[in-house]
């Protein structure tokens, strides 16, 4: 079996393992290090995912020297969201005037694998991996066995280093074998059911917008080109077996109607895809169950909801550290070294990966809200952001990455409770009269006993969404 040694191997030439190879090109070296970037398919790839790149990722992918990727792939500016409920729009610009980016996602990728490409010491290699190459004494990783696209490349070939990246994506195939008795399963949420919309307008241009939909997850949309429009349908389990059907009864009459009919053109000429919705909390990497000489980054690792588009920021913020540290390290091949590096990448990550992991979920749970609770939290937090102010620029600095803060987030998520429950007791909400009719009315002294027990309800579910999502990331 032919064989080739490098100091580093990277398997995946996606988000994450594209900006490594070219970050650790970039430490100043007397040697540059040898770097092997492994990818099944250096096609552009065609997926419904990393379409949206948050100003916090914008800011990272500036600290990789990595900007002009988002240059000339008709990338569209965003300069924050527009949240819709019951037909009603609310404005919630990025703070300090800050923007985003969003694009087809492939022209993304081929920008960041031509960086890579070009890259001091990296070699691009088009191959399928299928195995690690492990230590039959110690378990060490060596490196990876791959199969290169070449035609008539049917041997396997090994791939050795000092230190293997694995970056493989949310179906990664070495997750389980690297974290060993850490490991653990993603939680899928729902799935995103995606399609592409032509010359559709939005509520607000240039923004992305989140419409909430009665007894349904959310929808997103957001530009992705001068023409194409993203939309992204949340549909929880067991998935409906007629897609299109379920969003043109179920979801189409709640989207603002300058949509119908780009939605309903899409749903006729475009092939719908979905993708799961997954949460893979990190566990902290380097320790006595996971393997030596291997890391997972990116998606492999860590997954929060897609709802607030942070994956990518995510992936760019632990490439920036992980760069850092690695550009201090004396010898790749001395766990000892890399176990402590990997303890301090874990906690550094901390701040801005747990804000974003813990925000996207307890987010989806108000926005797709599935009981009477969440219901009552959903319409607080959307009357929340009307009020304006920091109750709109507080969560929005959190979501695009300007404040990595989870003590932030505590706060305003434990407001939006509160917020709720004030709602509940003094904004008008519908009732059937005795002539059958829907009016509005404030609650009177009577319904207050009821109430009082719907804000204990209402608080203790604020309490269930929240406090199990801070515990993942306390370790
Ligand atoms: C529906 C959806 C929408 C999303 N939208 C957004 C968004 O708008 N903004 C955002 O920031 N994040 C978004 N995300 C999350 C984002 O896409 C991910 O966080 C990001 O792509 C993770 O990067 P990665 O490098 O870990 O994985 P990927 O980008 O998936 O890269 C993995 C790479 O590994 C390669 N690979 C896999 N197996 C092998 C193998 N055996 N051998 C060789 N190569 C292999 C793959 O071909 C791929 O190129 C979304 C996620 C979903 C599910």
């Known amino acids: 079996m032919e064989s080739a040694h490098y100091d580093i191997v990277i398997v995946g030439a996606g988000v994450a393992g594209s900006a490594l190879a070219h970050a650790l090109s970039t430490i100043p ?12 398919s250096l096609a552009e790839p065609d997926r419904i995912v990393g379409e949206l790149l948050q100003p916090g990722g ?3 992918l500036e600290k990789l020297g990595l900007e002009s990727c988002v240059d000339g792939i008709d990338a569209i500016p965003v300069h924050g969201y527009c949240v819709v409920l019951d037909g009603k729009p609310v404005h919630i610009p990025y703070p300090e005037g800050r923007t985003g980016r969003s694009f087809h996602h492939g022209r993304f990728i081929q920008a960041l694998r031509a960086k890579a490409k070009v890259a001091r010491g990296v070699e ?12 039959p004494v110690t378990g060490r990783v060596l490196g ?5 696209k070449e035609e008539g490349a049917v041997e396997k070939e090994a791939f050795l280093a000092d230190l293997t990246v694995i970056a493989d994506g949310c179906f990664s195939n070495f997750r389980t074998t690297v974290m060993g008795g850490a490991a653990r399963k993603p939680d899928t949420k729902s799935h995103f059911v995606g399609a592409v919309l032509e010359d559709a307008t939005l509520p607000i241009e240039k923004h992305g917008t989140v419409v909430l939909v009665k007894d349904s997850g959310p929808v997103l949309l957001y530009q992705i080109g001068t023409h194409d429009t993203r939309m992204l349908v949340d549909v929880k389990a067991p998935l409906p077996s007629d897609l299109k059907a379920h969003i043109l009864d179920n979801v189409l009459p709640a989207l603002p109607s300058a949509l119908h009919i780009p939605v309903q053109k899409a749903l006729e000429n475009d092939r719908l895809r979905r993708m799961p919705n997954s949460f893979l909390p990190p566990t902290e990497q380097g320790g006595r169950h996971s393997k030596e000489g291997v890391l997972l980054l990116g998606d492999s690792w860590n997954m929060r909801h897609p709802l607030t588009g942070g994956g990518m920021m995510c992936a760019f913020n632990d490439v920036v550290i992980l760069r850092d540290h690695l550009a201090n390290v004396h010898d790749l091949s001395n766990w000892k070294e890399m176990s402590d590096l990997l303890h301090r990448w874990h906690w550094q990550r ?3 990966a747990s804000t974003v992991n813990i925000l996207s979920v307890a987010l989806y749970d108000l926005f797709g809200a599935d009981d009477e609770c969440l219901e009552v939290l959903r319409v607080g937090c959307f009357k929340y952001f009307e009020r304006g102010g920091e109750c709109i620029n507080g969560p929005v600095s959190l979501l695009s990455g300007v404040i990595a803060s989870p003590a932030v987030l505590f706060w305003h998520f434990f407001s939006v409770a509160f917020y709720s429950i ?10 059937i009269g005795a002539d059958g009719k829907p009016t509005r009315v404030v609650p009177g002294i009577d319904a207050y006993p009821f109430l009082f027990i719907k804000s204990i309800q209402v608080f203790w579910t604020a309490c269930v969404v929240f406090v199990p999502l801070m515990l993942t990331e306390v370790r």
């Open 350 to 352: 901390k701040a801005l």
């Open 422 to 431: 004030w709602v509940l007791f003094t904004h008008p909400h519908t009732v």
């Open 58 to 60: 914008l800011a990272a």
């Open 124 to 135: 691009v290699v088009e191959a399928t991996v299928s195995e690690l190459v492990e230590c």
């Open 144 to 148: 990876v066995r791959a199969t290169r």
């Open 29 to 40: 070296r007397d040697e540059p290090l040898r770097i092997c970037l492994l990818e099944r």
